[in-house]
């Protein structure tokens, strides 16, 4: 559709410039305008030509892969789905929520497909890696980033041990064990891509409840054990470390901490945490560096923790006062 626009509008710019020279020739100066004129003209359409190559490069950045990624119903995960997509890959929503994962499988189109799959249990991981190979024969890449927020008290000595369970069980088991069965099919063909999602949290103390924080930690540490061995099979793993972004789980918090006040401001209160001027964290940044290490612009990237934070975790400034305010 995007092609047949561009060309549509390069014979659209056809016929103006045509219908220019018929115009200039009844003036007076034509040489000079009309040198410039067709000039400028050329480098339109040349900017155009490259622009429409870009596109193509971009369409085809996964052109023809399998990649399931895992709490793709919503947030970071269907706006990955939906990027890989439009990329030229087939796509496999792995999710815990049923009807809404087949809701964003339908908005998605005919090259999104539904699985039920709790990360927690390593049978569901399994059959969604031999779902992708059945209906595709290959996965090329897989997604590990499901994952939930959790409310604890502050202090390690309130700390619910079974709570601390659940949200590893999910963030950090979910995760080796998604790596696991991937690995057991691209093993094989000697190559794949795994990405999974860390956090900001995983990569400073002090951003998040210890529990969130150790598991995001921990996603970290574990891309790096896993690269270890698989770059042996030409199988790349990386994950992806966003800043605080409103989605399902992040607003669900929100409207705990501050009831009282409507979406739109718990939006601003995440999007204020930033510290980027002019741009805040959305679901597509995390998808444009998902596709970056998925696609074979990243075939030299492993082992790596791509941070997408806006500069955040990387400084802190020393609030010294001023001069004037020290008496
Ligand atoms: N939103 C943020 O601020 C933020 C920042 C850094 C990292 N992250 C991480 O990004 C990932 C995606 O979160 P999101 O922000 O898109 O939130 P989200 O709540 O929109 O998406 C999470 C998805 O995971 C699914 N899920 C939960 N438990 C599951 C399970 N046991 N098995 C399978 N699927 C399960 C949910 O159904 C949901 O669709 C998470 O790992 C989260 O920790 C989020
Ligand atoms: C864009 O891609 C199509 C095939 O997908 C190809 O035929 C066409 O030549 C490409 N256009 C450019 C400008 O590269
Ligand atoms: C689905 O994939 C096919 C084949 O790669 C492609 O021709 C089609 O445009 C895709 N459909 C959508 C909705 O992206």
């Not at 994952?147 to 079974?162: E, H, N």
């Not at 800043?243 to 669900?252: G, K, S």
């Not at 990243?298 to 082992?303: F, H, R, T």
Request: with cysteine.
């Amino acid at each position: 559709m995007l092609r047949i626009g561009l060309s549509l509008l390069l014979n659209l710019l056809n016929q103006l410039s045509v219908d220019g020279i018929v115009l200039d020739s009844g003036s007076g100066h034509r040489k000079s305008s009309n040198v410039s004129y067709s000039n400028s003209r050329a480098l339109f359409a040349e900017n155009f030509h490259r622009l429409l190559s870009t596109q193509n490069q971009t369409r085809r950045k996964l052109e023809d892969k399998v990649a399931l990624i895992t709490g793709a119903a919503s947030g970071i995960g269907k706006a990955t789905a939906s990027k890989f997509i439009s990329n030229g890959a087939k796509v496999i929503i792995a999710d815990i929520q049923q009807p809404l994962g087949q809701q964003t499988a339908k908005e998605l189109g005919p090259n999104a497909s539904f699985i039920e799959c709790d990360v927690t249990k390593e049978s569901d991981i399994s059959s969604a890696v031999d779902f992708a190979i059945s209906k595709y024969k290959q996965l090329d890449i897989m997604y590990n980033n499901a994952g939930i927020a959790c409310r604890t008290p502050p202090s390690i000595v309130d700390l619910d041990m079974a709570l601390f369970d659940k949200v590893m069980d999910i963030n950090v088991r979910g995760i080796v064990a998604g790596i696991k069965h991937a690995a057991r099919v691209m093993i094989p063909r000697g190559a794949g891509s795994i990405l999974c999602t860390a956090s900001v949290t995983g990569v400073m103390g002090g951003m998040a409840q210890h529990t969130y924080s150790i598991s995001k930690c921990a996603v970290i540490g574990i891309v790096k054990s896993m690269a270890s061995e698989l770059c042996r099979h030409g199988i790349r793993v990386n994950c992806i470390s966003p800043f605080a972004i409103p989605t399902a789980f992040v607003m669900e918090e929100m409207s705990e901490i501050y009831a009282d006040v409507d979406a739109q401001r718990h939006v601003d209160i995440v999007h204020n945490a930033g510290v980027l001027k002019g741009a805040n964290c959305e679901p597509n940044d995390v998808a444009n560096a998902a596709l970056f290490l998925a696609s074979d612009n990243a075939k030299y990237v492993s082992g790596h923790n791509l941070v997408v934070d806006g500069g955040f975790t990387s400084f802190k400034t020393l609030e010294f006062p001023t001069p004037d305010q020290v008496q």
